[in-house]
Structure formats: C-alpha cells, structure tokens
T-cell receptor
C-alpha cells in the first residue's frame, strides 16, 4: 500500500461544476496536509494547507480533513477551464519531508 | 518577493558525466528540500537541510547523489557518473521552518529537467 493514494484520474467535469479530488494516507500520526496544483511542464504550486479536522475554505477551494478515516479531499466549486491541471495531495512526514500521491489529472470542459 | 530559483532549467548530460544543480531558496527560509519527479508521478523526497545541516538524506537513491548547503542558503545537488535512470525533473522547495502551522508550507522552484543520454 502506498503511503499517499489519490484517485486514478483523469477526472473530467463540465465548466461550472464541482470537482472533487480525494486522497487517503497511511500514517495515522500525520498532522499536516497540503494540496498542490501542477500545470503541465510546470512545478507544483501550493493551493491549500489543512491541519485540523473539518473544512477549510479559500475562495473556490475547500479542503476537508478526516483524521479518523485518514482522508483528505479538495473541492473546487464553479470549475473553470483554467483549473485543468494535475492536483497533488501531500502529507508531511518525519522531519518535514512531503510524501506525495501520484496526482489526479483534472480536465474542465468548456 | 522572489520565489525559489533553480539553475539550470534544462540540462542534457551524456551517461557518465557529473552534473551540478543549483537552488536558491526564498530569503530567510531555514528549511530546504530536494525532490525528484519522474514523468506522470508525484515528486519523491531526496534530502532535507535545516540551515547548513543535512538532517535527512534517506531519499537519495545512491551514493552517486550528493547535496550540500554550506552557508545555509544556496544548495547544490550533485549527481556523479549520471545514468539514464537519473533522467527526471529535480525540484527544490523551501519553507520558513520545518514545523509549525503556517511555517512549514513548502514552496517549489521551477525545477531542473535533467536528460541523460
């Protein structure tokens, strides 16, 4: 079992819809969780961090964390074609390194 | 302000050559990380520095890989006797600290794409 697992995309949603991206992790002691967006040929860009159970909202993005279920999700409301990218879930481990999932490719169709 | 910078952006090496990749972290960031990203995969951790101290090098794939950060700012990742399997994007990230809510967020540089022929 991989330490951080994500939906195997690609995920395709119509413009204006809600995109839901999911991630599970294996280390029950993890405390810090991050979502990165990566456009093709570019480096990962931090879009959300979450540390406690519940929801955290930032504009059109909502991160959800459930430590009991070892589950993190990212919701993107009113999806735009410019949201089309690969979304990486990352969990902080050990002295500070990030363990990444394999990423979910999101495609928002106009 | 300036983000993380890396150079070169692209590097083509012949098998067996040595290469050196440079990372300039965000000013004032104590923690610096190197990751390797293969095509279609998430980044994989290589090594971590807190100031000039290399605290974790558990991800370095072989003794051909070496990293340093002698003055606690700029870091260099060196790969000796490159092999084709070293072809990847090498990403550098920095954070203000390694712990603490709001302080441990890692910001990535643009990466160096290494191709070994």
């Amino acid at each position: 079992q991989k330490e951080v697992e994500q939906n195997s995309g690609p995920l395709s949603v119509p413009e204006g819809a809600i995109a839901s991206l999911n991630c599970t992790y294996s280390d029950r002691g993890s405390q810090s969780f991050f979502w990165y967006r990566q456009y093709s040929g570019k480096s990962p860009e931090l879009i959300m961090s979450i540390y406690s159970n519940g929801d955290k909202e930032d504009g059109r993005f909502t991160a959800q964390l459930n430590k009991a279920s070892q589950y993190v999700s990212l919701l993107i409301r009113d999806s735009q074609p410019s949201d089309s990218a690969t979304y990486l879930c990352a969990v902080k481990s050990g002295l500070g390194k990030l363990i990444f999932g394999q990423g979910t490719e999101l495609s928002v169709k106009p | 302000g300036a983000g993380v910078s890396q150079s070169p952006r692209y590097k083509v090496a012949k098998r067996g050559q040595d290469v050196a990749l440079r990372c300039d972290p965000i000013s004032g960031h104590v923690s610096l990380f190197w990751y390797q990203q293969a095509l279609g995969q998430g980044p994989e951790f290589l090594t971590y520095f807190q100031n000039e101290a290399q605290l974790d090098k558990s991800g370095l794939p072989s003794d051909r890989f070496f990293a340093e950060r002698p003055e606690g700012s700029v870091s260099t990742l060196k790969i000796q006797r490159t092999q084709q399997e070293d072809s990847a994007v090498y990403l550098c990230a920095s954070s203000l600290r390694s712990r603490g809510i709001g302080y441990n967020e890692q910001f990535f540089g643009p990466g160096t794409r290494l191709t070994v022929l």
